[in-house]
């Protein structure tokens, strides 16, 4: 991983810089399938930016994406914020009301969505429906909800691209101040609230999460959690995009059995989660092996026997993961100091960190491997943070 540099803070400028330095390496897709490189995913973006201006979208409109997490997530964003638009993510998990009350405050020009989320717009005013596309292909109810499949609608960008070969596509020019998202937080107490962050405050915070460990280009992130989070898309989806990672997306929810069979395929390196994701697998696959064992348990209530015990299942954990990973990120929520304890004992690599959305989300962690950084805290102030 590199020291920030003085570079543009845009997200387009990540997604040319990545292709400039990395772009025949494998960039983007999901687990176990075969990822775009780069340049492809690059195409892509542009294309898509290219049939959404064809088709009316200005700087400023907004694009809404009510999807859960793929590659084709990933390349409407970027095509939309390409152009000027302002990117409207979608938690998948949030129900039909505050699905309706986002859609009629935002009046999107464009609504990505898929099959497991199409029944939460049916009821909504057709005024406030723009033009649906399913990002999974699926066909919504004719007569009740017009769509078009993603395939067709990025079938026709490419062709619109491919008349443009001769020229470089002229975008709209897109400055560090402009708006590019505007995300809905799950609020606590009525619907969800409004956080508007612009394109310095996400790529100055992905530049800066870039100097908290080392991690070698062509690296594989294994995102689990969903990219509609602030957390999940600066960490998991701008952070590898920053340092010519790949990303795998999981496209199931991730159970320790299935978590352990993707990374058994992908042998990921880097993996940001929750504190869930880590204590399910504390709970199911660590304790029991100590608790069934009377040797274990009473050899774990000695120090050195803990020490051999845990450094053993330590390095079980990691073959668990794949047996290449560099860390884990582990934030959204606070650790169970007993789990957090059993991973220091273990030696497993972990890295905790603390944010909010209208942070970027990253505020503090790490760096990796600081001795001074202790036990349930949240590691130092990310560089920028003060």
């Known amino acids: 991983m590199r020291a920030v540099e003085d570079v543009r803070m845009t997200l387009n400028y990540i997604l040319d810089s990545g292709c400039i330095k990395y772009g025949d390496m494998p960039a983007i897709g999901m687990a176990m399938q075969t990822p775009l490189t780069y340049d492809e995913f690059r195409d892509r973006v542009y294309a898509l930016a290219l049939q959404m201006m064809d088709e009316g979208v200005k700087k400023g409109d907004h694009i ?75 066909e919504a109810m004719p007569g009740i909800l017009e ?3 993603f395939s067709d609608f990025l079938r026709a960008a490419e062709t619109l691209l491919q008349g443009k070969e001769d020229d470089f596509p002229e975008f709209p020019e897109v400055s560090e101040d402009d708006l590019a998202t505007i995300l809905y937080t799950s609020g606590t107490s009525g619907y969800s609230k409004a956080v508007m962050l612009s394109h310095k405050n996400l790529t100055s915070d992905a530049y800066s999460a870039s100097t908290l460990a080392e991690i070698a280009p062509g690296s594989v992130f294994l995102s689990i959690l969903p990219i509609s989070h602030t957390y999940e898309f600066t960490c998991s989806f701008l952070l590898p995009l920053v340092l010519g990672c790949r990303i795998a997306y999981a496209g199931k929810t991730p159970t320790p059995a299935i978590l352990q069979r993707l990374c058994s395929h992908e042998k990921p390196h880097v993996i940001f989660a929750v504190p869930l994701v880590l204590e399910k697998i504390y709970k199911k696959r660590v304790l029991p092996k100590i608790e069934k064992s009377f040797f274990l348990t009473m050899l774990c209530k000695t120090r050195l026997g803990k020490k051999v015990i845990y450094k053993k299942i330590g390095r079980t954990l990691l ?11 582990i934030g959204g929520a606070a650790l169970n ?50």
Not at 319 to 329: A, R
Not at 361 to 383: F, M
Request: glycine share 10%; with cysteine.
């Open 64 to 138: 809404a994406i009510l999807a859960e997490n793929s590659h084709n997530w990933g390349t409407v964003y970027l095509a939309s914020v390409r152009i000027g638009a302002i990117v409207v993510p979608i938690l998948p998990d949030l129900p039909e009301g505050d699905v309706h009350h986002i859609l009629n405050q935002m009046r999107v020009k464009f609504l990505f969505t898929t099959q497991r989320q199409v029944e939460k717009i049916y009821e909504l005013n057709e005024k406030v429906l723009s033009p649906i596309i399913t990002l999974d292909d699926f």
């Open 147 to 149: 769509s078009r499949k």
């Open 319 to 329: 073959e668990f993961f794949g047996g290449n990973l560099i860390f884990m990120g």
């Open 337 to 386: 100091p007993d789990v957090e304890q059993f991973l220091v004992d273990s030696q497993f690599p972990y890295l905790i960190g603390y944010g909010l959305t209208e942070g970027s989300p990253l505020i503090a962690g790490g760096p990796l491997g600081d001795p001074s950084i202790v036990p349930c805290s949240t590691g130092k102030p990310i560089p920028g943070v003060e």
